[in-house]
């Protein structure tokens, strides 16, 4: 099957090669090399707006992250991933949520395969948000979408029936340019205001986050959707489901963008909710280029509160927050004087080891970072798309590994500083190719902001 991003309609190839019909009009987020002519969705800010950015703070003050490979992958590894027929249910099941003593051997290319088809399923959610005709939303990863549990600015996508587990995706739109809605969502957040969770007022609190992102995400988790239920009682109806199933429940939100934030905000609340009520499985989230969360001190509020909750025995709840940010997007440097979790400079950035920033129990943040796509054109580096390619074949298998196990061993040579602010300002002014960051590309490095 095969999408045309500009109409958004799906063909069926016919088997002597020649271009097939149209079978159905669906949305899905495209690669960046399925249409190279084709102008990128604008959703974000305008490259004016961009280059504003260019005398700002880095990027982001990673503790320490995953660097993209410049290795390229073998010849016979898979270069594109269906997320249409990928068991979703069954890969979360095997590589989130299987025990050590039944998941086979890290290096395995099997489980390697079920990684990048969990990471394709989440990109293609993340671009399926943007979608704000319910009836255009397509099923990803052989999950339902429920539409009665849906809104233009979140969808959500469940697998009730699994034998093993009980999946369920929850997906926030990022910034659509034509709606006044979410250019106003962006704006609020320069401003902080202070944190309560929707779900359970009593539940801890994160400080001062983003006016915008709160707002977005009180809204959704007060609407009443699927038979006039808030998101508290339909998360509590999950989580009961699943006790007298006894199976795992599986809750991944995940975002671009906007999106990105609103799901790292909206997961925090999530996981506190489900883990006060005793839920065994797991709470993922996958945040692909988030702007800034809240106030300083929030990335040391993020992970304690949830340690918390989050115990290293069997059947405790269990939390991860995976970042995929990409070099010289300027996105993820704003609102100015607000952090990401766990990306400050302090003492605990060495807690998790070389490149994977842990609290105690069963509470994992791991950020990923790829390299630029352009050095002129930031706003390309902010497209979800790109991830597309990145996942089929331009992450390392280690980096795979550090994103869902654990971490390999640190190497000392991949030590490096970051791009300088002058040399990214000519870059943009003048068209001077700025310095690359030294260091070998594949492993740990450690940024020092």
């Known amino acids: 099957m095969l999408r045309s991003f500009s109409t958004g309609t799906l063909f069926r190839p016919s088997e002597d090669g020649s271009p097939g019909h149209p079978a159905v009009t669906l949305r899905m987020p495209a690669s960046a090399s399925d249409s190279p002519a084709r102008k990128p969705p604008r959703r974000a800010a305008s490259l004016d707006d961009l280059r504003n950015c260019a005398t700002a703070g880095p990027a982001s003050r990673r503790p320490v992250v995953i660097r993209a490979s410049s290795v390229r992958a073998p010849a016979d590894r898979v270069k594109s991933i269906d997320p249409v027929r990928v068991d979703l249910a069954g890969a979360l099941r095997q590589v989130e949520l299987a025990s050590g ?3 086979p051997r890290p290096g395995t290319g099997h489980l390697d395969a079920r990684r990048r088809e ?3 399923c989440m990109r293609a ?3 399926e948000a943007y979608t704000a005709d319910l009836g255009q939303v397509a099923d990803v990863g052989q999950l339902r979408f429920a539409g009665e549990m849906s809104t233009p600015t979140l969808k959500c996508w469940e697998s009730v029936a699994h034998r093993d587990v009980l999946a369920v995706v929850v997906g926030f739109s990022g910034t659509r340019m034509e709606e006044t809605e979410d250019l106003l969502c962006d704006l609020k957040s320069q401003i902080a205001h202070p944190h309560v969770n929707p779900l359970d007022g009593r539940l801890p609190r994160l400080g001062h986050v983003g006016a915008g992102w709160q707002e977005r995400w009180q809204a959704e988790a007060l609407a009443r959707r699927g038979g006039g239920l808030r998101m508290a009682e339909i998360l509590a109806g999950y989580a009961a489901t699943a006790r007298e199933r006894g199976q795992p429940l599986s809750v991944s939100v995940v975002g671009h963008s906007l999106g990105a934030v609103v799901a790292t905000l909206a997961s925090f609340d999530i996981a506190n909710f489900l883990g006060a009520s005793g839920v065994h499985g797991k709470v993922s989230t996958y945040a692909f280029n988030p702007p800034r969360l809240g106030r300083t001190g929030v990335e040391d509020t993020y992970r304690s509160a949830l340690a918390r909750l989050a115990a290293p025995q069997e059947g405790a709840l269990r939390f991860t927050l995976r970042q995929f940010t990409r070099h010289m997007d300027p996105i993820q440097s704003v609102p100015f004087f607000m952090q990401h979790p766990d990306w400050a400079d302090g003492g605990h950035r060495d807690r998790g080891g070389a490149y994977a920033a842990e609290a105690r129990g069963g509470v994992r943040i791991v950020t990923y970072n790829d390299e630029a796509a352009s050095r002129v054109n930031l706003s390309l580096n902010h497209e979800l798309s790109l991830w597309k390619t990145a996942i089929a074949s331009g992450m390392s298998d280690a980096a795979l590994h550090s994103l869902f196990d654990g971490r390999p061993k640190p190497e000392p040579e991949a030590e490096a500083t970051r791009l300088s602010r002058r040399s990214f300002f000519l870059s943009l ?21």
């Open 101 to 103: 003593s039944v998941r």
């Open 118 to 120: 969990v990471l394709e």
């Open 125 to 127: 959610c993340a671009g």
């Open 429 to 449: 002014i003048d068209g001077v190719s700025a310095q690359r960051v030294p260091g070998v590309a594949g492993r740990p490095i450690r940024s020092d902001a």
